[in-house]
């Protein structure tokens, strides 16, 4: 089985407009939002949930004051500035509480209740493009890279039960702790770059990321024609590398486009369609990634 | 007055309109770039750097002949960094969230003090203006313990002389934005009127929303969509204080890593509006 993950570093490269488009190629793929945080892959799939379950995960501390002696331990111990003591009594800040219970543990009066969160849910779905797993975790919430976690193993275990032969995801921007998640056990990363200084930087520093953890890197340059210079830059330092390069897209009003009318761009007429038909054929055509890895590590 | 500017959606505009906004800002500001994960302020607005500081996570680190294999670090560890194999105990400080129970409850003082390094904290000046940024570790999961570290320093920066800050915020509705967005006093969302963008817009403002704190837009590459999008925010009472047009000219602008706001008389104006909008802005919210 491939796993094939799609990130940027920067936001607002084309991961999601890529991702569509090489999810109607995939022939027998799982596809899988990681970007749990603002997923807009349903949007062009339109998926209709088979399973919708509640992602819960996590605690907050909850100072009950009837029982609270008003000792202030739990100020004294949280390192997050969130347990703080005001007209005698303790209380804790939900939205800094990081979860760890050392309060709770440590309350002598034992006076903090320690319920779990529910942080948003998750589906599986038919789409027409095959079977999608995603997730809105709710605005505000944490956890996001237990999440993704979560939704790799449920895209894996589909897989499996249908005999699919790969998971292709849609990442997430960064370089913390949601994208190292979609990056760990991924076969092939592919970087959507964008020639512009902020996009090769945040490139770079994904790129980085993806040596550390030993995850091959394929690039496909979008916008290219914004800035030619740096989209020369970005395939120097691409070969240099060893990245494979997937090929350039043009700045194309037709993306909006699509995404207006729901459909993926290879869904459509069109040059750009063609031009990711090819850069998925590469893909396809690259040595077996994870076996490469190996080789080279 | 603090000022977030924020989005759901990656690629918004957020650094393009930060550091615009920064370049015609007309007081005292701190220009800080909190999107430590894919930090970019600095490539727009070039400052001149003149401090650095490593920063760190206080994680346990064992000494292994005081260690009694109790287990009890390991019981309150919520964070899977502790275990515990027969009687020798492992630790796996990439797990750690810092919060020190592990300390508190060692009744032997096995475990030691250590660093896990989070990342970096940069500051000088730029376009005239004190400047901070954040740059998170390559590999580092954790992107909030540095956030408050810059946050903190911002208050040390406030101490020494008041100014207002301009937050660059990091994308999404998660602990990264909502650690920004949450010392803010009011929060500008710049939003792009595409599906994506409306769709992200929308949870970005449920979550600011719940922190209670004013939400102004900023509307980037207005086009057809933009219709949809003023009529969303004003339903839910959103001024939007600045559209900025799709003008394929501040597209190349922003690809030469150029400030827009340079890229003609008109651009400036918009800014220029845009600052004492938001200043009216906070001013009225802060009276509510």
Redesign the interface.
Known sequence: MREIVIISGKGGTGKTTVCASFSYLARKATLCDLDVDAPDLHILLDPRPRVTEAFISGNTAVVDAASCVGCGACAALCRFGAASLSGGKGSVDALRCEGCGVCVDLCPAKAIAFPEKHCGDWHISDTRMGLMVHAQLFPGQENSGRLVTLLKRKARELAREHGLDMILCDGSPGVGCPVISSLSGADLAVAVVEPTPSGRHDFQRVAALCDHFRIPVAVLINKADLNEQETARIEKECLERRYALLGRLPFDQAVTAAMVQRKALTELPGELGGMLRRAWDMILALPDARLKGRLLG | MRIAIAS?????GK?TVAASLASVWDGPAIVADM?V????LH??VHPALSEEQTVFLEVPRLEESLCIACGRCRD?C??KAIALFGKRLALFPDMC?????CF??CAQKALAPAQRELGMLQSGMALGQRFIMGR?R??????PPLL?AVLNRIEGMLEDAPADVLLDS???????A?TVA?EADVVLLVA?P???GF??FR??H??VR??GKPVAVAVNRA???TAELAEYCGRHGLPILMELPFE?CA??T????ELIAEASPAWRERFVTLASRLRDFSRKAKDA
Not at chain 2, 97 to 101: D, K, Q, S, V
Not at chain 2, 170 to 176: I, K, L, Q, R
């Open positions: 759901g959606k990656g690629g918004t650094t999107d994960e894919a930090p970019n490539l727009f309150i919520r964070f969230h810092g919060c020190g129970g508190a409850v998170s390559i590999g580092e999961a954790m992107t408050r990091p994308p999404g509705v998660s602990c990264p909502m949450r792009e595409t599906p994506f769709h992200d949870l970005a449920q979550a719940e922190l086009g057809p969509g394929p597209a190349r922003y690809a030469r890593g």
